[in-house]
């Protein structure tokens, strides 16, 4: 069974910054797989913020272009989230996703629980 735990999310002002982390339990072939950080917020859908493929390859939103930085780790089977100049409007549930080794598939195949992130004025 594939796992994906996130954490680092918590309550900042706006214009702060924090690190999620999301590891991938081992043995799922992290290296060739891309993984995602989607955000949930309130009322709203659920949006990809970032993405990183197996080659590091990244894309952002247009909403935090600049602001955030995604980045892996595949000695530690882990991708992180660097979110700085934090506004109110990041707030929401960060989940992160891995699609299949190889990119056999479009889309994501495994999901995390999320990690809550909060932006105050």
């Known amino acids: 069974q594939v796992r994906l735990v996130e954490s680092g999310g918590g309550s900042v002002q706006a214009g702060g910054s924090l690190r999620l982390s999301c590891e991938v339990s081992p043995g799922y072939m992290f290296s060739v797989t891309a993984v995602g950080w989607h955000r949930q917020a309130l009322g709203k859908q659920r949006e990809l913020v970032a993405a990183?493929?197996?080659?590091?390859?990244?894309n952002y939103a247009d909403s935090v272009k600049g602001r955030f930085t995604i980045s892996r780790d595949n000695a530690l089977n882990t991708v992180f989230l660097q979110m700085d100049n934090l506004v109110t409007e990041d707030t929401g549930v960060y989940l992160c996703?891995?699609?299949?080794?190889?990119?056999?598939?479009?889309?994501?195949?495994?999901w995390g629980q999320g990690t809550q992130v909060t932006v105050s004025s």
């Open positions: 990183i493929s197996s080659g590091g390859r990244t």
């Open positions: 996703a891995a699609g299949s080794p190889g990119g056999r598939h479009p889309g994501y195949d495994y």
